[in-house]
């Protein structure tokens, strides 16, 4: 499921991150790589704050449907 | 001299330690992106001085964004002496991740491992001596904020500097490094500096490498056909980060032993659940906008005046002397904000000492043309802009709280929903904001914005949040404005015209992007830093800097300008001095373009005089102060001075509503078109810097026709509804939203009909 439907304070493992390329070498240089660990913090709507290796990361709706967890 | 280059992760303190080192006093923000250009200092306790640069953050040596080029650049081509790499321990894998790229290159390098107070403070420990023999690479454990551990780190950078060090990789155990090797061996047989970098980040298939090496990429492609993962294809990219992680978290992130297991919400998680929240979020930032605004402007603190009918000083009788224009700067039937006050102090110094001046030079009996130049050209010039100082601080001090605490950062996501809509990146709103102080930091920082349309979009719009040198502009004439229409103060009047400058900037965001600019909106991913409390020492050297830009500006290119707006004023064509200023130079070149600004209210329509404005609008241009030193050196000319009014800067401002006829709805256009037009040359001079080739001229012209059109539709509004006063305001407000809303539907059309080609 996208992070945006993901359940929150939960550990999620990145299976795919269906991003255009440059934005997902973006997302996989401040740690979101597929089989990383993350957590979402908190949400409002289909934004989400997650927690990536001990940091705070803020993504906005439309990213938060490209990046698929489990 | 041997230099030095500061590099890291954005946020990770590399600006607090380059102050510390060569005892600068660079910006320091908590947001990601606060330095996006290089910069140099010195220090001076190793054995020979170094020089030392502070480059912008980076998570990566494959750039995203314009400011992280400039770091990938200075590391690759400047080949400084020695990188220090600044690791925060308190997210060490996210950190090592660059590392591990640095590692690759042949430089020296030493890793100075920062924020170790607050490792401490947790209760975790680091083995920074294992993590050192385990990277081969100096570590040196620092904490920039409390400054200790920099001598350390400084005597091992000396004397890593001295010694080659070849590049080496932990990509070692991946399946495709024997692809990296062979790509290293041809690079290597090409004579390339830094072979195995380069051949990393080729299969990488890096964007700005491939350009550079086209020849060696076919190995890389051919590799490619014969070679498949199930998890990654041939994805190298996605291949090598998943390996430098896998690496990382196996070898280096052990060595980390945390106090507590698992992640507990931090008091920061905690604020920003309310802070954040999807429907407090908006009305907490706007009532905190809201409150800023207040204290900087208002003349009445928390409406306690009105609200409980607070007596004036005359109302009480209080007998007029030198105490009582003291109180009357604090308090006179209301309470004054922080910003008034400050303003109220600094105007009875400046005219106490002005009028001590002019006494003076009357009574040694100087000539009269010399009082005018220095009573009415200089004293009345920069009087009304050196009075403005301390309000302009206190506007400044604010915006530099919400920097300092982090949450900038927070209200750049709140907003992204909604700017999403517009056309631009939450993103953008942080250039937005720091345009209330200047402008011109503010262009440079749309370098953070990834996408090339966003940044033309927000830098042609950054004028458009009023700027501090503006703010005179703003508050003298909507204090006239308010004075003529009997409303009160004209702080409300003040805060509508900020508000106006953003729907200025809303609108041509959208009708840019629905015309010119169409594309897609880049992605919001920002870091959300912890919050913390600023810190008195940061805010006062920031304050200082910024002060000290006011002050020098004031003494230089102000006071320069209005002598020579003194001059033109009161002296004719065949160079002598005239005592009718409408034969004056400046007269006749105000009156040859006046007629243009007919449609916007100061233009044909007022009497013999009228030209002061344009004059003033033009002055502008050097420095947006120059628009009320000018009123100053002009209200002297004028024959009925206006009663004083209590309001700062109005007074010079009425003189010409009652030398020129003018009427208030000009007035707002007047305002509306200083804080629409071309900024001042040096904010123009910082756009076209930030401008790719041949966009800056429809930057200029874009910038003359939004203000031009906006002006003259306000005056023309504001002057058919003036009769109901209250509900023009209102109706005008009306036409704003009803064309947003009609801008709006065109996008949704655009929408539904794209155009081929466009992505």
Same mark, same amino acid.
């Given at each position: 499921?996208?992070i945006?439907?993901?359940?929150?304070?939960?550990?999620?493992?990145?299976?795919?991150?269906?991003?255009?390329?440059?934005?997902?070498?973006?997302?996989?240089?401040?740690?979101?790589?597929?089989?990383s660990?993350?957590?979402?913090?908190?949400?409002?709507?289909?934004?989400?704050?997650?927690?990536?290796?001990?940091?705070?990361?803020?993504?906005?709706?439309?990213?938060?449907?490209?990046?698929?967890?489990? | 001299?041997?230099?030095?280059?500061?590099?890291?992760?954005?946020?990770?303190?590399?600006?607090?330690?380059?102050?510390?080192?060569?005892?600068?006093?660079?910006?320091?923000?908590?947001?990601?992106?606060?330095t996006?250009?290089?910069?140099?200092?010195t220090?001076?306790?190793?054995?020979?001085?170094?020089?030392?640069?502070?480059?912008?953050?980076?998570y990566?040596l494959?750039p995203?964004?314009?400011?992280?080029?400039?770091?990938?650049?200075?590391?690759?081509d400047?080949?400084?002496?020695?990188v220090?790499?600044?690791?925060?321990?308190?997210?060490?894998?996210r950190?090592?991740?660059?590392?591990?790229?640095?590692?690759?290159m042949?430089?020296?390098?030493?890793?100075?491992?920062?924020?170790?107070?607050?490792?401490?403070?947790?209760?975790?420990?680091?083995?920074?001596?294992?993590?050192?023999?385990?990277?081969?690479?100096?570590?040196?454990k620092?904490s920039?904020?409390?400054?200790?551990?920099?001598?350390?780190?400084?005597?091992?950078?000396?004397?890593?500097?001295?010694?080659?060090?070849?590049?080496?990789?932990?990509?070692?155990?991946?399946?495709?490094?024997?692809?990296?090797?062979?790509?290293r061996?041809?690079?290597?047989?090409?004579?390339?500096?830094?072979?195995?970098?380069?051949?990393?980040?080729?299969?990488?298939?890096?964007?700005?490498?491939?350009?550079?090496?086209?020849?060696?990429?076919?190995?890389?492609?051919?590799?490619?056909?014969?070679?498949?993962?199930?998890?990654?294809?041939?994805?190298?990219?996605?291949?090598?980060?998943?390996?430098?992680?896998?690496y990382?978290?196996?070898?280096?992130s052990?060595?980390?032993?945390?106090?507590?297991?698992?992640?507990?919400?931090?008091?920061?998680?905690?604020?920003?659940?309310?802070?954040?929240?999807?429907?407090?979020?908006?009305?907490?930032?706007?009532?905190?906008?809201?409150?800023?605004?207040?204290?900087t402007?208002?003349?009445?603190?928390f409406?306690?005046?009105?609200?409980?009918?607070?007596?004036?000083?005359?109302?009480?009788g209080?007998?007029?002397?030198?105490?009582?224009?003291?109180?009357?700067?604090?308090?006179?039937?209301?309470?004054?904000?922080?910003?008034?006050?400050?303003?109220?102090?600094?105007?009875l110094?400046?005219?106490t000492?002005?009028?001590? $001046?002019?006494?003076?030079?009357?009574?040694?009996?100087?000539?009269?043309?010399?009082?005018?130049?220095?009573g009415?050209?200089?004293?009345?010039?920069?009087?009304?802009?050196?009075?403005?100082?301390?309000?302009?601080?206190?506007?400044?001090?604010?915006?530099?709280?919400?920097?300092?605490?982090?949450?900038?950062?927070?209200?750049?996501?709140?907003?992204?929903?909604?700017?999403?809509?517009?056309?631009?990146?939450?993103?953008?709103?942080?250039?937005m904001?720091?345009?209330?102080g200047?402008?011109?930091?503010?262009?440079?920082?749309?370098?953070?914005?990834?996408?090339?349309?966003?940044?033309?979009?927000?830098?042609?719009?950054?004028?458009?949040?009023?700027?501090?040198?503006?703010?005179?502009?703003?508050?003298?004439?909507?204090?006239?404005?308010?004075?003529?229409?009997?409303?009160?103060?004209?702080?409300?009047?003040?805060?509508?015209?900020?508000?106006?400058?953003?729907?200025v900037?809303?609108?041509?965001?959208?009708?840019?992007?629905?015309?010119?600019?169409?594309?897609?909106?880049?992605?919001?991913?920002?870091?959300?830093?912890?919050y913390?409390?600023?810190?008195?020492?940061?805010l006062?050297?920031?304050?200082?800097?910024?002060?000290?830009?006011?002050?020098?500006?004031?003494?230089?290119i102000?006071?320069?300008?209005?002598?020579?707006v003194?001059?033109?004023?009161?002296?004719?064509?065949?160079?002598?001095?005239?005592?009718?200023?409408?034969?004056?130079i400046?007269?006749?070149?105000?009156?040859?373009?006046?007629?243009?600004?007919t449609?916007?209210?100061?233009?044909?329509?007022?009497n013999?005089?009228?030209?002061?404005?344009?004059?003033?609008?033009?002055t502008?241009?050097?420095?947006?102060?120059?628009?009320?030193?000018?009123?100053?050196?002009?209200?002297?000319?004028?024959?009925?001075?206006?009663?004083?009014?209590?309001?700062?800067?109005?007074?010079?401002?009425?003189?010409?509503?009652?030398?020129t006829? $003018?009427t208030?709805?000009?007035?707002?256009?007047?305002?509306?078109?200083?804080?629409?037009?071309?900024?001042?040359?040096?904010?123009?001079?910082?756009?076209?810097?930030?401008?790719p080739?041949?966009?800056?001229?429809?930057?200029?012209?874009?910038?003359?026709?939004?203000?031009?059109?906006?002006?003259?539709?306000?005056?023309?509004?504001i002057?058919?509804?003036?009769?109901?006063?209250?509900?023009s $305001?209102?109706?005008?407000?009306?036409?704003?939203?009803?064309?947003?809303?009609?801008?709006?539907?065109?996008?949704?059309?655009?929408?539904?009909?794209?155009?081929k080609?466009?992505?």
């Open positions: 499921m996208p945006a439907l993901a359940p929150v304070g939960q550990d999620l493992k990145v299976l795919k991150i269906t991003a255009d390329e440059e934005t997902k070498r973006h997302l996989e240089d401040i740690g979101i790589t597929v089989n660990v993350i957590q979402v913090i908190s949400r409002s709507g289909r934004t989400s704050i997650c927690l990536v290796k001990n940091s705070r990361l803020a993504l906005d709706s439309n990213l938060s449907m490209k990046i698929l967890v489990a | 001299m041997k230099r030095f280059a500061l590099a890291g992760n954005p946020n990770c303190g590399k600006t607090t330690l380059f102050n510390c080192l060569t005892g600068s006093t660079a910006h320091v923000g908590n947001w990601p992106g606060v996006v250009d290089k910069r140099e200092g220090y001076k306790k190793c054995a020979e001085p170094i020089s030392i640069i502070d480059l912008p953050g980076i990566s494959s995203y964004t314009p400011e992280e080029v400039i770091s990938r650049n200075y590391i690759l400047e080949k400084p002496d020695c220090i790499n600044i690791v925060d321990a308190t997210n060490l894998e950190n090592l991740y660059l590392t591990t790229q640095i590692m690759e042949d430089v020296p390098m030493v890793i100075a491992l920062n924020m170790m107070d607050m490792v401490e403070k947790q209760g975790d420990k680091i083995d920074e001596k294992e993590l050192e023999r385990r990277l081969g690479i100096p570590v040196v620092i920039a904020l409390k400054g200790t551990g920099l001598t350390e780190l400084m005597e091992k950078a000396f004397e890593t500097s001295s010694k080659e060090r070849k590049g080496k990789t932990v990509l070692e155990g991946c399946e495709i490094y024997h692809l990296i090797s062979d790509v061996i041809a690079l290597d047989g090409q004579n390339v500096a830094n072979p195995l970098f380069h051949a990393i980040k080729l299969v990488e298939n890096d964007e700005i490498e491939v350009q550079m090496h086209s020849t060696t990429i076919k190995m890389v492609d051919e590799f490619k056909q014969s070679f498949n993962n199930e998890l990654f294809g041939t994805d190298f990219e996605a291949l090598v980060a998943d390996a430098r992680y896998k990382i978290s196996k070898n280096y052990p060595l980390m032993t945390k106090k507590e297991k698992g992640v507990k919400l931090s008091k920061s998680d905690k604020a920003d659940k309310v802070l954040t929240n999807k429907w407090a979020g908006i009305p907490i930032f706007i009532v905190i906008l809201f409150a800023i605004f207040h204290l402007f208002s003349e009445d603190l409406y306690l005046g009105s609200i409980f009918s607070l007596p004036t000083l005359e109302d009480l209080v007998a007029e002397n030198f105490g009582t224009a003291l109180l009357a700067c604090f308090y006179d039937g209301a309470i004054f904000s922080p910003g008034v006050i400050l303003f109220n102090l600094m105007d110094i400046t005219s000492v002005f009028g001590w $001046i002019t006494a003076g030079l009357e009574s040694l009996g100087a000539a009269e043309w010399a009082l005018s130049l220095i009415d050209g200089i004293l009345g010039g920069l009087g009304g802009v050196l009075s403005f100082v301390p309000q302009i601080i206190v506007l400044l001090l604010f915006l530099s709280i919400l920097e300092d605490t982090g949450y900038m950062a927070r209200v750049a996501f709140i907003l992204d929903r909604i700017f999403r809509r517009f056309g631009v990146s939450g993103r953008a709103f942080i250039p904001i720091m345009g209330f200047c402008s011109i930091p503010a262009m440079v920082n749309t370098r953070t914005l990834a996408d090339e349309r966003e940044r033309t979009l927000t830098l042609r719009t950054i004028p458009f949040f009023s700027c501090g040198a503006k703010l005179p502009i703003l508050t003298a004439v909507a204090g006239a404005v308010a004075h003529i229409l009997g409303a009160g103060d004209g702080s409300i009047i003040s805060f509508l015209m900020y508000v106006v400058g953003m729907a900037a809303i609108v041509s965001i959208i009708l840019m992007r629905s015309t010119t600019q169409r594309g897609e909106v880049s992605p919001f991913i920002m870091e959300l830093p912890a913390h409390a600023p810190s008195f020492k940061g006062m050297i920031h304050l200082w800097d910024k002060t000290k830009h006011y002050v020098k500006k004031v003494f230089t102000i006071l320069a300008s209005t002598i020579l003194w001059f033109l004023s009161n002296f004719n064509w065949s160079w002598a001095m005239t005592g009718d200023i409408n034969d004056s400046l007269a006749s070149l105000g009156q040859f373009v006046q007629p243009l600004f449609p916007l209210g100061f233009g044909s329509q007022l013999a005089q009228g030209w002061v404005f344009v004059v003033a609008a033009v502008g241009l050097i420095a947006k102060e120059e628009v009320i030193a000018t009123f100053g050196t002009l209200a002297a000319i004028f024959a009925t001075a206006a009663p004083e009014i209590a309001v700062e800067g109005a007074t010079d401002v009425m003189t010409m509503v009652l030398g006829g $003018i208030w709805p000009a007035l707002i256009a007047f305002i509306i078109f200083n804080m629409t037009t071309i900024p001042c040359f040096a904010a123009v001079a910082a756009a076209k810097g930030e401008t080739k041949g966009k800056f001229k429809w930057t200029l012209l874009f910038w003359v026709a939004t203000s031009y059109i906006v002006s003259a539709i306000s005056y023309t509004a002057t058919m509804f003036a009769s109901w006063s209250l509900w $305001i209102l109706a005008t407000l009306g036409i704003i939203i009803v064309s947003v809303v009609a801008v709006l539907l065109i996008r949704n059309y655009n929408k539904k009909h794209p155009v080609g466009v992505k």
